[in-house]
Antibody, heavy 120, light 110 residues
Framework: QITLKESGPTLVKPTQTLTLTCTFSGFSFSTSGMSVNWIRQPPGKALEWLAL???????RYNPSLKSRLTITKDPSKNQVVLTLNNLDPVDTATYFCAHGSPSLDAFDIWGQGTTVTVSS | QSVLTQPPSASGTPGQRVTISCSGS????????VKWYQQVPGTAPKLLIYSNTYRLSGVPDRFSGSKSGTSASLAISGLQSEDEADYYC???????????FGTGTKVTVL
């Protein structure tokens, strides 16, 4: 059974850097084609894909945020870390991590999400 | 900022059929698979449809997906009260080299 859980600060100040951790179980980075993705959702707005890291460490980023995002993995801890720098209040959102299934080519399992508020 | 366009709302009475459209371009829907996600407000999205038309195991067969050219649709037949939720389409975009989501459609059961 695959599970994912996001963790990180709930309140951060503008210009600071946000670090979020996705801790997962039920799969590993040894599965060819799999990925872990980060998606966010501002209050009352649509989902926005942010970044992914593949089993082979290849990374992809949302072009509109690429300069501010970094995604890394720690297979020994079953974790994926996302950092977003130079925060602005518009970055206030619920941040989700999701398992990218290579067989379904879709986000088949999602974490519960973690809410981050950017405010001074 | 969403690349895929959906109507903001759709509604129907119990038992009716509701269809949600998703309009994209040749770089996303035109060449890649479409997925559909259901999100009850306050909860994480759930995968309903993958590879344009395939239901995830456990998803009721009243949900169906289709794709034609650069557009896709999600149909809910025999609408039920528990179908009241937000629905998002998604696809890989070859130009952006990343995933894109639709603008989202809120389905209301009258």
């Amino acid at each position: 059974q695959i599970t994912l859980k996001e963790s990180g600060p709930t309140l951060v100040k503008p210009t600071q850097t946000l670090t979020l951790t996705c801790t997962f179980s039920g799969f590993s980075f040894s599965t060819s084609g799999m990925s872990v993705n980060w998606i966010r959702q501002p209050p009352g707005k649509a989902l926005e894909w942010l970044a992914l890291i593949y089993w082979n460490e290849d990374q992809r980023y949302n072009p509109s945020l690429k300069s501010r995002l970094t995604i890394t993995k720690d297979p020994s801890k079953n974790q994926v870390v996302l950092t977003l720098n130079n925060l602005d209040p518009v970055d206030t959102a619920t941040y989700f991590c999701a398992h990218g299934s290579p067989s379904l080519d879709a986000f088949d399992i999602w974490g519960q999400g973690t809410t981050v508020t950017v405010s001074s | 900022q969403s690349v895929l366009t959906q109507p903001p709302s759709a509604s129907g009475t119990p038992g009716q059929r509701v269809t949600i459209s998703c309009s994209g371009s040749s770089s996303n829907i035109g060449t890649n698979y479409v997925k559909w996600y259901q999100q009850v407000p306050g909860t994480a999205p759930k995968l309903l449809i993958y590879s344009n038309t395939y239901r995830l195991s456990g998803v009721p067969d009243r949900f169906s997906g289709s794709k034609s050219g650069t557009s896709a649709s999600l149909a809910i037949s025999g609408l039920q009260s528990e179908d009241e939720a937000d629905y998002y389409c998604a696809a890989w975009d070859d130009s952006l080299n990343g995933h894109v989501f639709g603008t989202g459609t809120k389905v209301t059961v009258l």
